[in-house]
């Protein structure tokens, strides 16, 4: 009697985390080379970052990352990127347990020949590399959208489809560095590179080269 209740609250705990499970499996198909644009929420960092450029339809991002093994579900599907000490690999699971709030990209058909060289340059060449704490893009260290803009220039120096802009840390309307960058580089001991080349996962989500092919949770300021 007592093994046939255990049988039945186990069987009711599994039926329930399965479907808890099926509820968050997206109904779309990943594809190696989906770009993931995340609103972190990870306090003045992410704030200052968004505060200087909207990403799409008003989206507030912090953070991408990239697809480089498409599998069946959230736990087999591989996502590259440059966060905390390195380039490194987990699964999109991981990833959105970290934020739901997840933009995907899809780079337009007639790009799509980039993207496995892209993906085999990142794989062979960026992973494991230093993140780029001062972010410089002339450097060997690496952050999380200067990734995806080396591997697309490994397949093609003259794309278009992510460019290079001159870098803001200023807050917006003045000539005046967020107190937090203030505070990052002296502790760095480096300077503000303000007005050095760079991009950031806001202006990259709204490139006319990409669709933005899914939404998990809507990112902070979409409309």
Same mark, same amino acid.
């Given at each position: 009697?007592?093994? *046939?209740?255990?049988?039945?609250?186990?069987?009711?705990?599994?039926?329930?985390?399965?479907?808890?499970?099926?509820?968050?499996?997206?109904?779309?198909?990943?594809?190696?080379?989906?770009?993931?644009?995340?609103?972190?929420?990870?306090?003045?960092?992410?704030?200052?970052?968004?505060?200087?450029?909207? !990403?799409?339809?008003?989206?507030?991002?912090?953070?991408?990352?990239?697809?480089?093994?498409?599998?069946?579900?959230?736990?087999?599907?591989?996502?590259?990127?440059?966060?905390?000490?390195?380039?490194?690999?987990?699964?999109?699971?991981?990833?959105?347990?970290?934020?739901?709030?997840?933009?995907?990209?899809?780079?337009?058909?007639?790009?799509?020949?980039?993207?496995?060289?892209?993906?085999?340059?990142?794989?062979?060449?960026?992973? &494991? *590399?230093?993140?780029?704490?001062?972010?410089?893009?002339?450097?060997?260290?690496?952050?999380?959208?200067?990734?995806?803009?080396?591997?697309?220039?490994?397949?093609?120096?003259?794309?278009?489809?992510?460019?290079?802009?001159?870098?803001?840390?200023?807050?917006?309307?003045?000539?005046?560095?967020?107190?937090?960058?203030?505070?990052?580089?002296?502790?760095?001991?480096?300077?503000?590179?303000?007005?050095?080349? &760079?991009?950031?996962? !806001?202006?990259?989500?709204?490139?006319?080269?990409?669709?933005?092919?899914?939404?998990?949770? *809507?990112?902070?300021?979409?409309?």
């Amino acid at each position: 009697m007592i093994s *046939k209740r255990f049988y039945v609250i186990g069987m009711t705990v599994f039926f329930v985390l399965y479907v808890m499970l099926m509820l968050r499996q997206p109904n779309i198909t990943f594809k190696e080379g989906d770009i993931l644009f995340q609103d972190l929420d990870c306090g003045p960092p992410c704030e200052a970052i968004e505060a200087v450029t909207q !990403g799409y339809n008003g989206s507030q991002l912090s953070h991408c990352a990239i697809i480089s093994k498409a599998g069946t579900s959230l736990r087999n599907t591989i996502v590259t990127e440059a966060i905390g000490e390195n380039v490194s690999k987990i699964t999109l699971e991981e990833f959105l347990n970290r934020s739901n709030k997840v933009l995907v990209g899809r780079l337009k058909k007639e790009h799509s020949k980039l993207i496995p060289i892209a993906l085999q340059h990142i794989e062979d060449n960026l992973v &494991g *590399k230093p993140y780029d704490f001062i972010f410089d893009i002339t450097d060997d260290t690496y952050y999380c959208s200067e990734i995806i803009y080396e591997g697309l220039q490994s397949a093609d120096i003259n794309q278009e489809i992510m460019q290079l802009y001159p870098m803001t840390f200023n807050e917006p309307g003045t000539n005046t560095p967020f107190v937090h960058w203030v505070e990052y580089y002296e502790e760095l001991n480096h300077e503000i590179p303000e007005g050095k080349l &760079g991009l950031n996962p !806001g202006g990259m989500s709204r490139s006319k080269d990409i669709d933005i092919v899914y939404v998990f949770d *809507k990112p902070s300021g979409m409309k």
